[in-house]
């Protein structure tokens, strides 16, 4: 698993986002629409400050949390009764081992790059993924409420007397629209995706393993089970911590220790899973080296 990285240009993008979009809200929008002066403006002002600031604060805790790496003496006990689940090759049964990194690999662990983001420059692994979950759920929050004051503010009619400087907050807005519209339809696709893995107990990659799995499980007449699926309160538990007040915490509370999961099918079906994927995909390069020949 790889280390939190430096700033970068696309953290440097997302901050400077962060702070037009502030700005704009507040100081444009809230301003135009209900002043900062009145009761309502200074709620909705110090509501949107305040998710705001829990935003910026669960990013920078994002770009910084070590998502966690492999104890360099680590090495699976096939005899270990605690953990009955040993994930093996495609091709053969060896257990997995990084050649770059040098060691073995725990169940669920890829190399640092299938799951290095650009957006921090880090890695999301064990140790850091409630914390990623929980910004892109602020993340979202704040753009849909920053959307709806823009829209109150869009359509509010300006007094004659205010017209010199409407012009200039006009366009702030529009600017404003534009980054929100694009930001907020990918933030909503990316909570949207992680909700439903984290419901299912799921990477992005085992996600695309097992619908190649269940595939090939089918094709061969057998029924595919995901190993890890614990059941929807378990799962959340597993990645938000067992205490439901600090779910929304930027805190990692996630069970267990990345090296060792609990499976509720017990070893038979994760392993049946695995060698049936194995088993499909050796046909099916086998078959492919027959059509070649025959060409």
Request: charged share 15%.
């Amino acid at each position: 698993m790889g280390r939190p990285g430096y700033l970068t240009l696309p953290i440097f993008s997302a901050l400077a986002a962060i702070g037009y979009v502030y700005y704009t809200t507040v100081f444009v929008a809230v301003a135009r629409w209900l002043g900062l002066a009145t009761a309502a403006g200074a709620a909705n002002a110090a509501a949107f400050t305040a998710l705001a600031a829990a935003c910026l604060a669960t990013y920078a805790i994002a770009l910084c949390r070590d998502p966690g790496r492999v104890p360099p003496s680590f090495a699976p006990d096939i005899e270990d009764a605690k953990s009955p689940l040993h994930e093996i090759k495609r091709k053969g049964a060896d257990l997995r081992y990084c050649q770059k990194c040098g060691h073995y690999k725990p169940p669920r662990a890829h190399h640092c790059r299938d799951h290095h983001c650009i957006w921090i420059n880090n890695c999301v692994g064990h140790e850091n993924y409630k914390i990623f979950f929980i910004f892109v759920l602020y993340a979202v929050t704040a753009c849909f409420y920053a959307m709806i004051l823009i829209i109150g503010s869009a359509t509010y009619s300006v007094p004659v007397d205010e017209q010199s400087s409407n012009d200039s907050s006009r366009t702030s807005i529009i600017i404003c629209g534009i980054i929100l519209c694009p930001l907020t339809l990918a933030l909503t696709m990316l909570f949207g995706w992680h909700i439903c893995l984290i419901l299912q107990n799921k990477t992005t990659i085992e996600y695309y393993e097992g619908v190649r799995a269940m595939w090939l499980a089918e094709k061969g007449g057998n029924i595919y089970h995901h190993p890890y699926h614990l059941g929807v309160y378990e799962n959340l538990i597993s990645v938000l911590g067992p205490n439901i007040f600090c779910w929304l915490c930027p805190v990692s509370t996630n069970t267990g220790n990345g090296l060792r999961f609990r499976p509720p099918h017990g070893s038979k079906h994760f392993l049946q899973g695995r060698l049936q994927y194995s088993h499909g995909v050796k046909q099916e390069q086998q078959a492919n080296n027959a059509v070649s020949e025959e060409q």
